[in-house]
């Protein structure tokens, strides 16, 4: 049917929306049977599809016909914008579509229908980050003009079809954080235009084909977290633009081919989490554009290429958990400007107290030495990095009195745990919240200094706080819990055991609606669990056990559902899931 033709004064005519057209949206609205975006409510019969007033469409001018649908979320983080439905087959209907965009959506279920086959004009299909089940048409190898395809993060299973090798003008493949199996096509090594090819997050296996060599305009490869195995093919270093290859989290075996030093376009390269073995080849630090080098947990030896000294664009370097024995932390390292550097379980020994990586001060933002044999103080590290965000030190032998440190405005995450700190914590939790940090309460968000040799009392809290994790386990903290603590508003985790904590358990723990595990065991906790713990409705551990507990455990959920194991070897507490009360004063 004939698309009408509208007219304003001193305008060009402009199509109204195809009958057809418009009939297919409606379908694909019916589809839907929530919408708290309030995209759709804009989509109604008695007005036109191509007049402007209808969200997410647009409209070829002088024929009416629908070349673009974007459905996506305008607050993806936010959990109350969501829709809910299919994606309706009556899509197919639209003939003239140029670009096909449902994101972000998160309860759009259902599979992906074959009837998408049927768009000859198709340029840009993307289905991301919803529910979408089922397995891949591969009738969609018939759209011949499709560019870009993604079905990033939903649920799909089954096989990549081997029909995607018909996508001869296919720019970027995108089929991450899905449930596909099988192996890579050997038919993809027919789209030659591939510039991005991304599967990250699935369950693929076998060899990584060879034949991904052949992608000469590739830029992006990323086959992280799959299961393939075998060796890294030599053909992977013959792809001359890729700046960016993981090949993450998979059972890959052998050595690192020697030939990757000659990808000199590579901007990133991770290959943790897999089984390689031997040393690091001296050819990776004529990588001139190298910023990022990730080969932890794996199997790697000693020595370090004496070449990485002179890779000058190297800011991220992650060399944790191999069968490397550095000793000292390399001379190089510790002269360079860099951003990230964790050498977790590298065997280092060394004395913190008298390392100085000047060229660090001002741009570290994350470092993990977590696992090593280091001493001394940690105070001087702590006030000169400045920009900070992430320490990880813990497993080794640190001394510092923590009533001496001070923590970098911009720090979100201490894990100093498994050491011999010792002293107040009361300064760290006193030192004025930055302005700079975004957040109100603080950037400070995870603390774990769990078994070390820390005295005196749990500190005031003085101001509301970022705070979600607070692990204070196995140290010597005596007195009680101050009320305070209900300023840890957004906490999730709160261990305090093995301590020589006493009184009783504030009320205010009440007021942790956030909190999820909770542990006060083998302290000296007295009188009864208050009543207020039953506001703790996110709760899903707790233990209370080896305390001096009296009285009736507050008879209601979530207090009722943890084991009897939870409040063992206290004095006289009773009631569920403990034998019922017998005459005393509950």
């Known amino acids: 049917m004939a698309a009408g033709i509208s007219s304003a004064d001193d305008e060009s005519p402009v199509a109204t929306c195809s009958v057809k057209d418009k009939a297919a949206l409606l379908s694909v609205k019916a589809a839907i049977t929530e919408d708290t975006t309030e995209t759709l409510i804009t989509w109604t019969p ?7 007033g209808w969200a997410g469409i647009e409209c070829d001018a002088s024929s009416g016909r629908v070349t673009q649908l974007v459905l996506q979320n305008p607050a993806e983080t936010n959990d109350t914008m969501y829709m809910r439905g299919t994606v309706s087959p009556s899509l197919g209907n639209l003939n003239s579509l140029q670009i096909l965009i449902i994101s972000g959506l998160k309860h759009i279920t259902g599979p992906i229908p074959g009837s998408l086959s049927n768009l000859p004009w198709l340029t840009q299909l993307y289905i991301e980050n919803n529910e979408v089940t089922g397995s891949i048409p591969g009738t969609l190898g018939r ?9 990033l993060g939903n ?10 090798g018909e996508l001869r003008s296919l720019l970027q493949l995108n089929l991450g954080k899905n449930r596909l199996t099988g192996v890579l096509p050997t038919s993809l090594k027919n789209i030659r235009s591939l510039q991005s090819l991304d599967t990250n997050g699935n369950i693929l296996s076998g060899p990584i084909p060879a034949f991904l060599g052949s992608f000469s305009n590739l830029t992006l490869l990323d086959l992280s977290d799959n299961e393939f195995t ?26 690192i081919p020697y030939s990757l030093g000659q990808m000199n376009s590579l901007a990133t390269l991770s290959l943790s989490e897999n089984m390689l073995v031997g040393i690091i080849p001296e050819s990776i630090s004529k990588m001139s554009k190298l910023w990022y080098l990730n080969l932890s947990k794996n199997h790697l030896s000693d020595p370090l290429p004496s070449g990485l000294a002179k890779a000058s664009a190297l800011l991220c370097l992650d060399l944790s958990y191999n069968n490397l024995h550095l000793g ?25 107290s008298t390392w100085k990586p000047i060229a660090m001060n001002s741009l570290l933002s994350s470092i993990d030495l977590s696992n090593n044999n280091l001493t001394g103080d940690i105070s001087h590290l702590l006030k000169n990095m400045t920009s900070l965000e992430k320490v990880y030190l813990s497993n080794n032998s640190l001394t510092s009195n923590l009533s001496e440190v001070s923590l970098p405005d911009s720090i979100s995450i201490l894990d100093l745990h498994s050491n011999k700190l010792y002293g107040s914590i009361e300064k760290l939790f006193s030192d004025n919240i930055s302005e700079s940090c975004p957040s109100p309460g603080g950037c400070l968000e995870f603390i774990n200094l769990a078994n070390n040799e820390i005295t005196g009392r749990i500190p005031e809290i003085n101001g509301e706080r970022s705070i979600k994790w607070l692990d204070l386990s196995g140290n010597r903290l005596k007195g009680g819990i101050p009320t305070s603590i209900s300023m840890l ?6 261990d305090f055991s093995r301590n020589r904590i006493v009184n009783k358990i504030p009320g205010a723990m009440g007021e942790l609606k956030e909190l999820r ?14 009543g207020q713990m039953l506001g703790l409705k996110h709760l899903k551990y707790m233990n209370l056990r080896n305390n001096r507990l009296c009285g009736q455990i507050p008879q209601a959920k979530p207090l009722t559902v943890f084991p009897a194991s939870a409040y063992a070897h206290n004095d006289c507490l009773c009631g569920s899931p403990l034998p019922p009360c017998k005459n005393q004063k509950l």
């Open 155 to 164: 649920s799909l299973s089954g096989p990549i079809p081997a029909e995607f």
């Open 517 to 530: 595990w909770l542990d006060l065991s083998w302290n000296g906790f007295k009188g009864k669990i208050p």
């Open 230 to 255: 075998g060796p890294i093919p030599g053909s992977i270093a013959d792809l001359p633009a890729v700046q960016d290859l993981s090949l993450a989290r998979n059972r890959l075996t052998g050595k």
């Open 489 to 494: 508003k957004k906490v999730e985790r709160l």
């Open 143 to 151: 759209l011949s003009k499709l560019q870009a395809l993604s079905f």
């Open 46 to 52: 008695d007005t036109d599809c191509c007049g402007g």
């Open 328 to 352: 000292r932390i390399p001379d190089w390292i510790t002269r360079k400007e860099m951003t990230n550097l964790h050498l977790a379980g590298c065997g280092v020994k060394q004395c913190l």
